[in-house]
């Protein structure tokens, strides 16, 4: 199957500090990038939904401002977590979706720990 | 009420039983995604069905459209399939997750 390569595969970071995170797809051109969010023992959560070229579509709840998405070409998403806080702590994970069928393509995820 | 719900939501099993991971939901669907997250946590999609059945190797997935209702099947479970099941139906490519159901086979 397609390989979509995220990068960092976990990163800690003081608070108040940003984190970039990576979401390559390797093999195919990916239109559509989706950004989630899980806490522990609970759901992924979609954050923001990115389309190559334009502005990123945010979930109710999440902040545009603090979780900046860009997507800038077919076969990269990223997603920055500005002034990061303690509460921002959480596995983020990115899925791709390529122009050809409906596929799910995960991302390894991203461990994010702010201390 | 949660809009996707597993059942069970953990199964201990022990080498070579059959296994069965169900999943209901009420939002409206074209398409239904099995997902596989192991302890690292990295995602890996295992079906993707709109209807009827898929059958990779060990693994089952089949769908009722009309019941809203999906099953996750395993033959000769072995303990390297220990790990969390995500049921996530979707439109238009935006998916909700169920909460998993975390898996264990014992050798």
């Known amino acids: 199957g397609a390989v979509v390569s995220q990068h960092p595969s976990w990163v800690i970071c003081k608070s108040g500090t940003s984190v970039k995170i990576e979401c390559r797809s390797l093999?195919?051109?990916?239109?559509?990038m989706f950004w989630y969010r899980q806490f522990p023992k609970q759901s992924l959560m979609l954050m923001a939904t990115s389309n190559e070229g334009s502005k990123a579509t945010y979930e109710q709840g999440v902040e545009k401002d603090k979780f900046l998405i860009n997507h800038a070409s077919l076969t990269l998403s990223t997603l920055t977590v500005t002034s990061a806080h303690p509460e921002d702590s959480s596995f983020y994970i990115c899925?791709?979706?390529?122009?050809?069928?409906?596929?799910?393509?995960f991302g390894q995820g991203t461990r994010l720990t702010v201390v | 009420k949660n809009e996707v719900e597993q059942s069970p939501q953990n199964l201990t099993a022990q080498e070579g039983e059959f296994i069965t991971i169900n999943c209901s939901y009420s939002v409206g669907i074209s398409a239904l995604h099995w997902l596989q997250q192991h302890p690292g946590g990295g995602i890996v999609s295992l079906f993707m069905l709109s209807s009827g059945k898929k059958k990779h190797g060990r693994l089952i997935a089949t769908i009722n459209i009309q019941e809203k209702h999906s099953s996750l099947h395993i033959t000769a479970s072995h303990p390297r399939d220990s790990a969390v099941y995500i049921c996530?139906?979707?439109?238009?490519?935006?998916?909700?997750f169920g909460k998993g159901t975390l898996l264990t086979v014992n050798p």
């Open positions: 996530a139906p979707g439109s238009n490519y935006k998916l909700t």
């Open positions: 093999d195919f051109q990916a239109t559509t």
């Open positions: 899925s791709a979706r390529d122009t050809e069928n409906t596929e799910a393509f």
